[in-house]
């Protein structure tokens, strides 16, 4: 099995290279989705941020209230740290077992958007970075996403730098140009990921 880890910064285009990759038959294991699964109604993980949190965090439905939890923690270090001592050990669990489940062969990627600020690249086998430059990941943002320009060099400056990203990256696929350019890096990409897991 090959552990890979793929990154890159907001906008950057991460989501479309690891929907090509599963195309080529790697094993995905999304840690925001698994983030969001570890704390749905009726979890142990959600339990715990309530204790934690109170019930103030929770929507009319009893569903976690995303914004609400966020606008707790971000400005307070202490309680962003409570919040990632309680989810990222769920993620880190569920993550292995999925792991366990892909298969001695396989070549599993793990998507992590906040690899390179957690110092995560040793747990990987290599890590692939989808790289952008940051004029254009802004205009993504504002386009795509309908972010505002302020919010969006707000939400990049929150991440590490293009220059940090690159520094841990065993593999680097451009994604500054169209979508067509990005298929043939994804597939010369796959292909040494294969070879990698094929040597052993």
Known sequence: MLKVGLTGGIGAGKSEVSRLLVGHGAVLIDADRIAREVVEPGTPGLTALVEAFGTGILTPEGTLDRPKLGSIVFSDAERLAALNAIVH????????????????????????????????????????????????????????????????????????????????????????????????QVREVWSQLVRRAEAG
């Open 89 to 184: 050990p769920l993620v880190g669990a569920r993550s292995a077992e999925l792991e366990r489940a892909a298969g001695p062969d396989s070549v599993v990627v793990h998507d992590v958007p906040l690899l390179t600020e957690n110092g995560l690249a040793p747990l990987y086998d290599l890590v692939v970075v989808v790289d952008a430059a940051p004029g254009t990941q802004l205009e993504r943002l504002v386009r795509l996403r309908g972010m505002t320009e302020s919010d969006a060099r707000a939400r990049m400056a929150a991440q590490a730098t293009r220059e940090q990203r690159l520094a841990v990256a065993d593999l680097v696929i451009d994604n500054d140009g169209p979508v067509e350019a990005l298929e043939p």
